[in-house]
């Protein structure tokens, strides 16, 4: 769980409220799923009760976790990511502009083909492997209620198994600023069939331990989604 690292002393507030909504957002923590423990996640934030309490409370108040008490209570996720929708997919890419959506582009190419590159070129141990297939095997398993928050356990997963944890937090970074729009994107049985051959090739390359395999792989099929956002922007 990268994306509940360690927040900055300074804006302590604001930026455990941008990690919990980040990993709400993500699917790290599913619908209908509980936040770690207060006290867990109050020492992996390296923040206080009171602080982290306060943050809960603001999700809570804007419709993201119910907090419940009680011997099995806690602080459960409500978000659910609103149904595809073309049109809505539009309005949030001209809202967000040209150059907005080619920087974030830019940037989640960059960390995820360095990622599945260094991954590749690391020696795996069996935990690993097997790890990196269980993704597939879910994602490839999973339906389109689900879709979606499978797909970016399997991308995240490629960058959390190298062991570098400034590696997955940017990675759960780039794939953050376009979730909104790849949640919004209807998705289609064809689309999802091809990227499931090349998630399948992601996979084969870097069990293979071949480093360029993986980041042509992975640039691949970044390229078809990047293409397929910039179709909705023209």
Known sequence: MTVLRPVRAGNAFEETVERLLQAIKLGVVPPGGKLPPERELAVQLGISRVTLREAIRALSDAGYLDVRRGRYGGAFVTYRPPEPDAGKAREALQEMGADELSDALTFRLAVECGAAQVLAASPLSDATREALLRRLTELNAAGLDDYRR??????LSIAELTGSSLLAASCADARSRVSDLLDAIPMLQVNLDHAAVQHRAIVDAILAADPDAARRAV???LE???????AFLA
């Open 219 to 221: 640039a691949e099929h």
């Open 150 to 155: 499978l797909d970016t356990a399997f991308h």
């Open 224 to 230: 078809g989604t990047a293409a397929l956002l910039r």
